[in-house]
């Protein structure tokens, strides 16, 4: 395979494909916008300023955990505000019983 074969846009990190709307889903197009030039082009093309696009198992997983983490974090934080308020709500609670009592 030549190096021209290997540089085609569908396989370029600049490369974006436009989508069509199907009848359940949308199909990817055969064109799309290269975001260097700011063109649309086919993704059979090739230019110089292709830059590898690289999906690895390994990058993947660790976005998908980053992501994760992130958002046990943040549910973590919420959990800590509500029982909090909880918290308070009971002790006011308490106090209006125990005015009541009196």
């Keep these: 395979m030549s190096e021209e074969n290997n540089k085609h846009c569908y396989c370029?990190?600049?490369y974006k494909p436009y989508y069509t709307k199907g009848y359940?889903?949308?199909d990817k197009s055969d064109i799309g916008l290269c975001a260097k030039n700011k063109d649309t082009v086919e993704k059979e093309y090739y230019c110089d300023n292709y830059s590898f696009l690289y999906?690895?198992?390994i990058v993947r997983r660790e976005a998908a955990l980053s992501?994760?983490?992130t958002h046990v974090d943040a549910l973590?934080?919420?959990k800590?505000?509500?029982e909090e308020d909880d918290e308070e709500e009971i002790k006011e609670l308490f106090l209006n019983f125990r005015k009541?009592?009196?």
Aim: with cysteine; glycine share 4%.
């Design 12 to 14: 370029c990190k600049h």
């Design 24 to 26: 359940i889903q949308f």
């Design 55 to 57: 999906h690895g198992r």
């Design 67 to 69: 992501a994760v983490i």
């Design 76 to 78: 973590s934080q919420l």
């Design 80 to 82: 800590q505000i509500l």
């Design 100 to 102: 009541r009592k009196r």
